[in-house]
C-alpha cells in the first residue's frame, strides 16, 4: 500500500490556539514595560537596526539619557512616537 501524496498531521504540532510571540517580539514587550531601554531594544522595537537607532540619538530624534559611557532611551518617548497608550494605562 502507499503513503505517497498523504500527510499525517502531527498533533504535538497543533497550531489552532493563539499564535506565541517570538524571544524577539517577547523581549521587545517587556522593554516597553521598563522606565528605560537600551538602543539596541529601542532599534528593536522601532524595527530599524542598532547603527540606525545610535544616530537617531546623536542626531537629536531619539531622546536619550547618558550614564557614563551608556546609553539609555526614555520609555515613555517611544511609546509616545508609536501611538502606544503609557504602560501604567493612563492613570
Not at 40 to 65: I, T
Amino acid at each position: 500500500m502507499s503513503t505517497i501524496g498523504v500527510t499525517r498531521q502531527d498533533p504535538t504540532q497543533d497550531h489552532t490556539g493563539p499564535l506565541q510571540p517570538t524571544p524577539q517580539q517577547q523581549a521587545s514587550r517587556e522593554a516597553l514595560q521598563r522606565p528605560t531601554m537600551t538602543v539596541r531594544e529601542a532599534a528593536a522595537v522601532l524595527g530599524v537596526d542598532r547603527g540606525a537607532a545610535c544616530a537617531a540619538v546623536h542626531r537629536g530624534e531619539l531622546p536619550a539619557l547618558r550614564i557614563g559611557r551608556k546609553i539609555l532611551i526614555p520609555t515613555a518617548p517611544i511609546r509616545a512616537m508609536l501611538g502606544m497608550l503609557p504602560a501604567d494605562g493612563g492613570q
